[in-house]
């Protein structure tokens, strides 16, 4: 080439594995001798590593991924904690509803098995996010579907929380207490163990008030719970889980109203206290077992009982002038006030006692019959709750204005007694055929036979104006003797006899169904 003059240049030599080599050149020679040049050997590296952001979300076929370490969570947060944080994702701790972009989850698994079948709450609350590291979100079919390859047409999405490798065979168990002022405590301890197989086995226990707002003595929140799935030779997998909860809550409150108006200003104070007292336990059980290569069973068992106890006591009084009581106790001294100030006294009180129990169980067993994948099997379900409720209720209305025939202050009582006992009874039997005739189209035909029987008593009793909320209720019923008016309303249990005939198809994964349904409506049983 013919070098420009006043211009450098540089010459480098390299190879692949070797240290380059630089020369400076004379651009004012017009010839250039650089000898032998010598590589030597490069630097080797021991590693290469690439930094960058973690994505926060996956999508992989039908199944969303969702990274949990790409959200900053408070050290000893929980499962509640990162969920709120994820976009889409919504908690309802009050109705303890979960739904991911509008669609409800209806469970949560950990490593592809059920936690806590039925309880989402339990999960959400007691599992550390620490074990998690990723979240998978899909519309997990059914062991019945996966066997028939005919889908039921019902989603059923569920939170699928992958565990840390690290964490994976490990047993994890914590514990933690404290206690402040106001009397607030707050205890926990849990143990968990996972596998990645979905072997799991988790014991949670609770105690505390730390989050009740009210100021009630007795607040407190209990529970204790114990979950569980084993897996036996990839043929037998059984998962169940028992929990207990107590929960007591009361609030006392006063208040102060003003009202001014064209016929006279009005002035009210009002006094109330409420407690509740809530049991109940929950208790599930699910066997798979693959008998042989081409029998397959499925159960799933579950029972629940609830007690309630609820009472509630208040009283409010209303004057056309100010009485200037003391705001927290405003009826300490209200039998000082004048009779020509007070328009009304009102004074009422409610007890509720309700108990609910619910057992249910729903079984398949399901047999290939040839190489084909055609099948033929046989569905049992049987459902029985039972609700029962009682609920006293006392008033007393005092007119100071209005005087009755004996020239005395008005009183209005109204005191009542009622009971609601409501059974429910539904029990199913059916067999179904399925077969493939291709990848994309599956069919199957059904006959089903359904019985339920439900049944709602209620009952109200007008109590003489003397009753007090206090009497027992197992007094009750000599008391009935004693009332005023009976009302009684109980329809006819109705029984209900039917069959389904049903032909459900599945093409290119979209489930169409042709149905005929036959019953009789039994009344007067």
């Known amino acids: 080439f013919t070098p420009q003059k006043?211009?450098?240049?540089?010459?480098?030599?390299?190879?692949?594995?070797?240290?380059?080599v630089f020369r400076k050149l004379d651009s004012n020679a017009s010839t250039i001798n650089l000898g032998s040049i010598l590589l030597e050997e490069g630097i080797e590296l021991g590693e290469v590593t690439v930094n960058a952001r973690m994505r926060d979300v996956d999508q992989v076929g039908d199944t969303t991924v969702i990274n949990a370490a790409a959200y900053k969570i408070p050290e000893g947060s929980y499962l509640e904690t990162l969920v709120k944080r994820i976009p889409g994702m919504e908690y309802d701790s009050e109705t303890k509803t979960l739904k991911y972009n509008g669609l409800p989850i209806n469970e949560i698994n950990v490593n592809g098995e059920a936690f806590f079948s039925g309880d989402n709450k339990m999960a959400l609350e007691n599992l550390p996010v620490e074990l998690i590291s990723k979240i998978k979100v899909y519309d997990k079919k059914s062991k019945l579907e996966k066997l028939t390859g005919v889908s039921t047409g019902k989603e059923n999405y569920v939170l699928d929380l992958q565990t840390k490798e690290e964490f994976n065979g490990t047993l994890l168990a914590s514990g933690k207490a404290g206690y402040g002022n106001n009397n607030k405590k707050d205890f926990n301890l849990q143990g968990n163990y996972f596998k990645n197989n979905g072997n799991n086995f988790s014991v949670i226990a609770n105690s505390g008030n730390l989050h009740m707002r009210?100021?009630?003595k007795d607040n407190i929140q209990e529970n204790v719970a114990v979950n569980f799935t084993q897996k036996y030779n990839k043929k037998l997998t059984l998962n169940g889980n028992v929990s207990y909860h107590h929960n007591e809550q009361g609030n006392i409150s006063t208040s102060y109203n003003e009202q001014y108006l064209t016929s006279g200003n009005k002035y009210q104070y009002s006094a109330g206290n409420n407690t509740n007292r809530n049991r109940n336990m929950n208790s599930s059980l699910g066997l798979n077992w693959q008998v042989d290569t081409l029998t397959f069973v499925n159960f799933f068992g579950n029972f629940s009982f609830v007690r309630n106890n609820n009472a509630n006591n208040n009283r409010q009084a209303t004057f056309n002038e100010n009485p200037h009581l003391d705001i927290l106790d405003p009826f300490s001294h209200i039998n000082n006030v004048p009779d020509e100030l007070r328009i009304n006294d009102i004074a009422m009180g409610s007890l509720m006692?309700?108990?609910?129990?619910?057992?249910?169980?729903?079984?398949?067993?399901?047999?290939?019959?040839?190489?084909?994948?055609?099948?033929?099997?046989?569905?049992?379900?049987?459902n029985d709750s039972k609700n029962d409720n009682n609920n006293f209720s006392i008033s007393s209305t005092t007119y100071y204005q209005l005087k009755n025939s004996a020239g005395n202050d008005s009183i209005l009582y109204r005191n009542q007694y009622s009971s609601n006992l409501s059974p429910n009874r539904q029990q199913g039997i059916g067999l179904m055929f399925s077969h493939p005739f291709s990848?994309?189209?599956?069919?199957?035909?059904?006959?089903?036979?359904?019985?339920?029987?439900?049944?709602?008593?209620?009952?109200?009793?007008?109590?003489?104006?003397?009753?007090?909320?206090?009497i027992a209720l197992n007094r009750v019923f000599k008391i009935y003797k004693k009332v005023f008016q009976f009302h009684h309303i109980s329809p006819?249990?109705?029984?209900?006899?039917?069959?389904?005939?049903?032909?459900?198809?599945?093409y290119n994964n979209c489930q169409h169904l042709l149905q005929l349904y036959v019953k009789k409506l039994m009344c007067d049983v």
């Open 492 to 506: 006819f249990p109705r029984l209900t006899v039917g069959f389904c005939f049903a032909l459900p198809y599945n």
């Open 214 to 216: 009210t100021s009630y």
């Open 6 to 20: 006043g211009t450098q240049y540089l010459l480098k030599a390299s190879y692949t594995g070797m240290q380059s």
């Open 353 to 382: 006692q309700g108990e609910q129990h619910r057992y249910s169980f729903h079984a398949n067993i399901m047999r290939r019959i040839n190489k084909k994948g055609s099948s033929i099997g046989l569905t049992a379900q049987y």
């Open 439 to 470: 990848k994309k189209l599956h069919a199957q035909i059904s006959y089903n036979l359904n019985y339920s029987k439900q049944k709602n008593d209620r009952n109200t009793y007008d109590l003489f104006r003397n009753f007090s909320i206090k």
